[in-house]
């Protein structure tokens, strides 16, 4: 069985509290949510902070609808389940709830939190083992070691976003608010994630993702789907989300956002140019599919043959239009 390290939990009640315990303890401490990231996280020693401080008692950090200039926020430390189950999210961000309620099991959804899952670690088959199997291979760059195994010449890691909710964040364009001890900024979803396995958040260690801003609902619509091995319960290998601003049948404009084929969820811009202005005819959607398989670049660090992963990303660009063209169609 594998164990917790000791280590000093705090409860703070406000959002300034936890960032004063945040400060006091330094670089040594890091922030809780739910817990089902970080502690399996903790007991396989890829993170071993010393004091752990949880969000879940903060209540400005549970709060949902409402907003300034119509953005609707929701709170980073509302759970899984409550966002899958809010009638206010399923009503007007269905995308949201169903990336929800494709995370993983039920369990796990009552615990993970919306801030833990968009916060989520990166992931690689050399990296998410216990520390005597780590310790094997002489560990890898990302936690011990010196060399990536994956792409043994490279200077960087290649670990892959595993988030379900964030590639979803990044095609609605919604906007970040991140609480630090110099103040409040937001940042575009699309801007908080990096390209790199180990710093993959531009977030500073101190900052605390406060709430999720979604734009208001309006004349677009959005898709995300999931491939993964197991249906009930695996982490996505890719995710697909889809975004589109009708203008009567045209896509005015789109995002196609993937992820689980890079560090961060990945933009495919030439996919997303080859919708706009355009009518979602089957010829342009295989363009745009066909404009998002080239540039996708799996790496061999998780489940399924990487080449393959490559293809489905062509079969799933191609689905996740087609439903998007068929709703447009049953509504105009
Ligand atoms: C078996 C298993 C299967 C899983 N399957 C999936 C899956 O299919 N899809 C998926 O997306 N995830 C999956 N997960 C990962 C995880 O359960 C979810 O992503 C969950 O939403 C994480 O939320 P949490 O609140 O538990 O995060 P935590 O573990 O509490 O935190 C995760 C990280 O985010 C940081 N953090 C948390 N909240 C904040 C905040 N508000 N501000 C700043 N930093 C913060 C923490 O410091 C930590 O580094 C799986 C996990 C397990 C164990
Ligand atoms: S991609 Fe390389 S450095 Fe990153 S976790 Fe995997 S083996 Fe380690």
Redesign the pocket.
């Known amino acids: 069985m594998l164990r917790l390290p000791s280590f000093t939990y705090r409860q703070p009640r406000t959002l300034a509290e936890a960032l004063a315990m945040k400060a006091d303890a330094g670089p040594e401490a ?11 996280n903790m007991k396989r020693r890829q ?1 071993e902070p010393r004091t752990v401080i949880s ?1 879940m008692g903060v209540p400005e ?1 549970r709060r949902t609808g409402g907003g300034e200039r119509g953005a609707v926020p929701l709170g ?2 509302l759970t ?1 389940t409550e966002i899958e189950a809010s009638p206010y999210v399923r009503e007007r961000y269905p995308v949201v709830a169903t990336a929800a309620a ?4 039920p369990l ?1 959804r009552n ?7 968009l ?3 990166t992931r690689c088959n050399y990296y998410d083992q216990t520390y005597e199997w780590r310790k094997a291979i002489d560990f890898c760059m990302k936690k011990d070691g010196h060399i990536c195994w994956v792409a043994p010449s490279s200077p960087r890691c290649w670990a892959v976003t ?4 964030a590639p979803v964040m990044v095609a609605l364009g919604a906007d970040y608010l991140l609480a630090g001890p110099a103040g409040e900024r937001v940042v575009p979803a699309t801007r908080f994630y990096n390209n790199d396995g180990i710093n993959y958040l531009t ?1 500073q260690p101190d ?4 709430e999720v801003r979604l734009p208001p609902p309006g004349d677009w619509d959005a898709v995300y789907l999931k491939l ?1 091995r197991r249906g009930s ?4 290998v890719l995710g697909v989300a889809a975004w589109v601003r009708w203008e009567g049948t045209r896509a005015a404009d789109a995002r196609i956002v993937l992820g689980g084929v890079a560090s961060h969820p990945q933009e495919m811009p030439e996919a997303a140019g080859a919708l706009r202005g355009k009518a979602l005819s089957a010829e342009v959607i295989a363009a745009a599919a066909e404009a998002a398989y080239r540039p996708a670049k799996p790496m061999d660090n998780t489940d399924f043959d990487l080449s393959w992963r490559k293809q489905m990303t062509r079969v799933y660009v191609t689905r996740a239009l087609a439903e998007l063209a068929r709703r447009r169609s049953t509504t105009t």
């Open positions: 890091t922030y809780v949510a739910g817990g089902t990231d970080l502690y399996p993170q969000l950090l980073s430390c899984l494709l995370v993983s099991t796990l615990m993970g939190t919306l801030g833990g899952n916060c989520l670690d595993s988030s379900d909710l977030k900052e605390v993702l406060a993964r319960f695996d982490f996505p």
